[in-house]
């Protein structure tokens, strides 16, 4: 890390060139999260029910280990612009033991745990064996997905964003090109369905994992990782002081989503389906947003480490210009390209008219939502993983599940949209709230 640049560098191209590497790869990402599901919904509308149901699970897989690296790189980030070398150096180290250990643990519950998981939200036999069958393979590769999303934190941390771009955008680019081969059959190789769908992605993510091994060796890190830093220390702490807040902030949309899927099901199926193609929809507006917020929380724990207190409400400010552009684009594509993208991933008519209702609906909040998910990050920078947590917890539990059930009860299924963004304005508030107080 080029310490003198994080200090005086302009803010301006500081979070642009840390940001822009992140948006790039997170770009792709969603792109790999739209082919995924459109091969998919190739196979009928039954299996993208199935991967809807099962969406949540996977993403909190996926939130253990994003929240538990955001731990690791905000530690690592504000010893090392604190100039505590060895402390940084055990916060790496802790963080790879803990996320292999995570990824066994989640391996073994998922698969167990699935088939009674999918049963509380369908009694339809064949979406519930799809399910399972897409389950037993992807969660095959959560330790691969863990210890390579805690090596993703620790790069960012030190500044090295065009490396994780690369490892990311190879990775999903295997996943999209083996989707169609492994789904349909190519020549020798099989058709595997539903099946392929998960292999493809757990080939991509075991490929990103062995990619940061290999640059590991061959060009190491400012911090070490390493069994000689695994010493006694209250690093371990740390760790899980700021990794479970921000991993519960990661999980809260898979409770969302399992309770909104119990409120729409009642409703109808198509509901269910909506509800799922606009999580994969809605990752081409947040993940890259989420690209600014990786850019900067290293920014931001270095100049909080340094002391430079300026820095970092300039960097928080220039990172919500950035987020509230891509919002905005987000909002417009969805308001008028809503049934063009709703018929990507089916042909029902009746689908794709109320889902293009609901991407309408829903992208109101957009913009608003904004100034919730930067002040996160920040907060999540600075060590405020429980303040961070309340204003998740606010967007995710407290306000949208009341919300959606009421307006449900008067308006049916799109009074659960209309809940987006009513829930937006309410947690806005509180975030500039913990905004003025924090930063």
Not at 100 to 116: D, K, S, Y
Not at 375 to 404: D, M, N, Q, W
């Given at each position: ?392 917890v606010l967007r995710y539990l407290v306000f949208i599940l009341p919300l959606a059930f009421l307006l449900s009860r008067y308006m049916g299924a799109e009074g659960v949209w209309h809940a987006f963004w009513s829930t937006e304005i309410l947690a806005c508030a509180v975030s500039l709230y913990l905004y003025r107080k924090f930063l």
């Amino acid at each position: 890390m080029e310490q003198i640049s994080m200090k005086e560098k302009s803010i301006l191209r500081l979070v642009f060139f840390m940001s822009m590497p992140n948006v790039l790869s997170m770009l792709v990402n969603s792109m790999y999260n739209i082919v995924d599901s459109f091969f998919i919904a190739k196979i009928s509308e039954k299996a993208m029910t199935a991967l809807s149901l099962v969406f949540p699970m996977q993403n909190l897989v996926t939130s253990i280990g994003v929240g538990f690296g955001v731990g690791i790189n905000a530690l690592i980030a504000l010893n090392m612009g604190a100039k505590k070398q060895k402390i940084a150096d055990k916060a790496a180290s802790y963080g790879v033991l803990f996320s292999f250990f995570h990824g066994i643990f989640l391996t073994l519950f998922c698969i167990l745990v699935m088939p009674w998981f999918l049963k509380l939200f369908t009694s339809d036999k064949e979406v519930i064996a799809l399910g399972v069958k897409y389950s037993n393979v992807a969660f095959s590769f959560a330790i691969s997905v863990n210890v390579g999303i805690a090596l993703e934190k620790i790069f960012q941390a030190v500044g090295r964003m065009k490396t994780s771009m690369m490892i990311m955008i190879v990775g999903c680019v295997t996943n999209i090109i083996l989707d169609p081969i492994l789904i349909f059959g190519l020549g020798p190789i099989p058709s595997m369905g539903i099946a392929g769908a998960a292999l493809a992605t757990g080939i991509g993510q075991s490929l990103i994992f062995i990619l940061y091994i290999v640059v590991c060796v061959r060009k190491p890190l400012p911090v070490k990782i390493s069994l000689k830093s695994l010493e006694k220390e209250k690093i371990v702490g740390k760790l899980y002081y700021v990794g479970i807040p921000a991993t519960l902030n990661m999980a809260l949309p898979s409770l969302l989503i399992s309770a909104l899927n119990g409120i729409l099901s009642v409703y109808s199926p198509i509901y269910v389906v909506i509800l799922g193609i606009y999580y994969k929809l809605q990752t081409f507006v947040y993940l890259p947003t989420n690209g600014i917020i990786q850019g900067i929380r290293p920014l931001i724990s270095f100049n909080y480490g340094a002391k430079e207190y300026q820095r970092v409400k300039k960097i928080y400010h220039t990172a919500l210009g950035f987020s509230l552009i891509i919002m905005f684009l987000g909002m417009g594509i969805c308001i008028f390209y809503s049934q063009g993208l709703m018929g990507l991933f089916t042909t029902n008519k009746e689908t794709i008219f109320h889902g293009a209702k609901a991407l309408k609906v829903i992208s109101m909040g957009f913009m608003i939502s904004a100034i919730s998910v930067t002040t996160c990050g920040a907060l999540e920078a600075l060590g405020k993983g429980v303040e961070s947590l309340i204003i998740s917890v606010l967007r995710y539990l407290v306000f949208i599940l009341p919300l959606a059930f009421l307006l449900s009860r008067y308006m049916g299924a799109e009074g659960v949209w209309h809940a987006f963004w009513s829930t937006e304005i309410l947690a806005c508030a509180v975030s500039l709230y913990l905004y003025r107080k924090f930063l």
